[in-house]
């Protein structure tokens, strides 16, 4: 994996020599006026082009079904970064393979801005399997993640100063937005009983959605995609839904979804039915163009999915 990072460095220093004074941006269009921001997540890439408005252009490194986990940057990802005025990524080791193109991006005078910084440290999650570092997945409760709305802005009015009072209105809107969205999952979450608050996904994303939602959260796999469920584990999930008679469980967007079909057969050998209540977007967003292909729309699937199915006790 060294080798590849050492390779995609060296294409960068070649890509950065050859790269003119006067920017193009991420289309290769006349930079004048525009902010380019290239953004690791679509979570990041839409609230980017939220509060940039007509000022950025904006282009997503990871597309709807991409894991960020697994995510290895190609030589085309390493030549548009280079050529961006701004690069907003997640932090907390959500990317963690790029994090020495990262560096060398920041040693080249480009702006780049971890989005988590406007998180308090006390309110994140620290999981002991998770090597002493910080849970990433701060987008599942929406409080966390109006927090990131700062950071961008604040690089915004850096960036362009003379449009600050639009980036304000739309920071300001954005975050109005949020709130009454946070609102929605809370009612929609308390109308499930509190005995039927119980989660099954693929990885275990979603334990800051569990901590702010009242729902108890269980994954097959840890915090990142990269370690790998055994048979025991498989086994183990299998017997807390027999136990407690959980109806459903969810698949994700971003990971295969054999993982938990594998849970729902041993379920199965055990003498019962558990469906399959839904895909959730976990990692990535939906489709461009979809309800789910924004940050908002994909927090309002997830939540309506999950009661959905653990309320009338799952689907075929």
Same mark, same amino acid.
């Given at each position: ?11 960068? =220093? ?128 929406? =409080? ?173």
């Amino acid at each position: 994996m060294r080798g590849s990072i050492c390779l995609l460095i060296t294409i960068l =220093t070649v890509v950065l020599l050859a790269c003119s004074s006067s920017k193009e941006d991420v289309n290769g269009s006349s930079g004048k006026g525009v902010i380019n921001i290239v953004a690791t997540t679509g979570m990041i890439a839409d609230m980017a082009a939220v509060i940039g408005g007509d000022n950025v252009v904006v282009k997503g490194l990871m597309g709807p079904g991409v894991d960020p986990h697994l995510y290895k940057a190609s030589a085309g990802d390493v030549a548009l970064l280079s050529k961006a005025d701004v690069i907003f990524y997640n932090g907390l080791h959500l990317e963690g393979k790029m994090s020495e193109i990262f560096e060398q991006m920041k040693s080249r005078g480009i702006r780049t801005v971890a989005v988590t910084e406007g998180v308090d440290r006390s309110d994140l999650l620290a999981p002991p399997e998770f090597k002493g570092n910080y849970d990433p997945h701060i987008w599942f409760d929406v =409080t966390l993640w109006m927090n990131t709305v700062g950071p961008v802005r604040n690089m915004l009015i850096e960036k362009d100063p003379e449009n600050a009072p639009e980036y304000n209105e739309n920071a300001d809107s954005y975050l109005e937005a949020l709130a009454e969205l946070n609102e929605y999952v809370k009612e929609r979450a308390d109308s499930l009983p509190e005995d039927k608050r119980v989660l099954i996904t693929a990885h275990d994303a979603f334990n800051y959605f569990g901590r702010g939602y009242g729902f108890e959260v269980r994954g097959l796999q840890g915090i990142s995609t990269e370690s790998e469920a055994g048979t025991a584990d498989v086994q183990e999930l299998a017997a807390i839904i027999v136990e407690r008679r959980i109806p459903a469980v969810f698949v994700e967007s971003s990971v295969p979804p054999r993982y938990i079909e594998a849970v729902q057969a041993a379920v199965k050998s055990k003498g019962f039915d558990v469906k399959v209540g839904g895909e959730l977007f976990s990692d990535a967003m939906g489709n461009p163009g979809t309800p789910e292909g924004n940050y908002i729309g994909m927090v309002r699937h997830n939540i309506n999915t999950i009661v959905d199915a653990l309320g009338r006790g799952g689907e075929s």
